[in-house]
């Protein structure tokens, strides 16, 4: 099983990534992948920075995926996520987890966004109308990890 | 000497991303306790403790857990990863 996490500025190519992603192995029947966007509600957004710590991150996202790999049965594992100055409708990350059945993959997909957005070391912070503030975790984003 | 690192609204208060203290500190409260008693600055990141997260040596941890061989203690806000 192979754990590949990026942690990076640059921009990645979503195509790209989820059409190579447990590319020739026939043993895995189902691929799933989740894109996180910078969402504009109500096009106030001027732009988001996001900040993090590096060599945690990559350890904490490593960690995850690897408690994913331990809890279903996966072929592949994939997560990249940007740091650094992002636009509106920019793709902030992505993550894909394959399995020979769709349960397996879907299942680890969630449990890897919960933890990736409380327990990974990132920090969001908006632009909006000139003035600059941190994203708030919410409440419910601790919540959605009792159910694992 | 021990590498204390801030993230997002607390490196912003402090007004610096990292910093290498001597401290007798046993427990990362101990440490709080100490760098609160410092400066205003100190003690508007720390003043409410429930709103932070702390790591030790790049791992999540605790404010009651020891600082026996840690050489890196990081200060941040709750994650907003994703």
């Known amino acids: 099983m192979a754990i590949d996490v990026r942690v990076q500025d640059a921009p990645f190519d979503f ?17 799933v992948t989740f894109t996180g966007i910078v969402r504009d509600t109500d096009g106030a ?30 072929g592949e594992v994939l997560v990249i996520h940007r740091f650094g100055k992002l636009a509106a409708g920019e793709r902030i990350m992505m993550v894909a987890t394959a399995s020979a059945h769709r349960a397996h ?41 009792k159910r694992w | 000497m021990i590498d204390v690192l801030y993230f997002a609204w607390v490196r912003e208060r402090i007004g610096l991303p ?3 203290i001597e401290t007798s500190a046993t427990t990362v409260a101990d440490l709080v306790a ?43 806000p709750p994650m907003t990863g994703g």
């Open chain 1, 15 to 31: 195509g790209a990534e989820a059409d190579s992603f447990a590319a020739g192995r026939s043993d895995l029947g189902a691929v």
């Open chain 1, 45 to 74: 957004l001027d732009g988001m920075e996001i900040e993090h710590y590096p060599g945690m991150t990559e350890k904490a996202l490593q960690k995850i995926a690897a408690e994913a790999e331990a809890r279903w049965s996966l």
């Open chain 1, 105 to 145: 993959a879907f299942e680890a997909a969630e449990y890897l966004m919960d933890y990736l957005k409380s327990r990974a070391p990132f920090w969001k912070k908006e632009r909006a109308g000139g003035a600059e503030s941190w994203v708030a975790a919410k409440d419910a984003d601790e919540t959605a990890l």
């Open chain 2, 18 to 20: 990292k910093e290498r």
């Open chain 2, 34 to 76: 100490e760098l609160r008693e410092r400066e205003e600055r100190y003690e508007a990141a720390f003043a409410d403790l429930s709103a932070l997260r702390v790591a030790l040596d790049q791992e999540l941890s605790d404010f009651d857990a020891p600082l026996a061989d840690v050489r890196e203690v990081a200060f941040f």
